[in-house]
């Protein structure tokens, strides 16, 4: 699954302390088969940015940390990479093995749980 697979669009809609509620509430039906939950929203005065920000805190993946140890090998270095692509990688060092601290999406470390570690 791509990084947007699966994503929720959410939709913010700007400059709502222009229009006068009755046309907003207008637009609002218009737009509904496109954007079903739109928050509005008025980037100079403020007002619905607390609501946007709670809505996408609620939408978003929760992240884990994980410490792994994965072959020093060609695949091994493709994990690297696709790690890095995926996910926050805090530490990487390179001996018999790569260990890497890093933080992802559950989807990402439920596929990197077989070169879990302890800490």
Not at 7 to 25: R, S
Not at 75 to 92: A, F, P
């Amino acid at each position: 699954m791509g990084r947007a697979e699966g994503a929720e669009i959410v939709t913010a809609l700007n400059k709502a302390d222009l229009i006068p509620e009755e046309e907003l509430q207008e637009k609002l039906q218009v737009i509904r088969e496109l954007a079903p939950a739109p928050v509005m929203i008025s980037a100079k005065s403020g007002e619905g940015l607390t609501e946007l920000k709670q809505f996408l805190f609620e939408k978003l993946p929760t992240w884990e940390h994980c410490r792994i140890s994965i072959p020093l090998s060609e695949e091994g270095m493709s994990m690297v990479s696709w790690l890095h692509d995926e996910g926050i990688v805090h530490t990487v060092e390179y001996g018999d093995s790569i260990l890497m601290e890093i933080e992802a999406r559950d989807e990402i470390i439920q596929k990197v749980k077989p070169f879990a570690i302890s800490s």
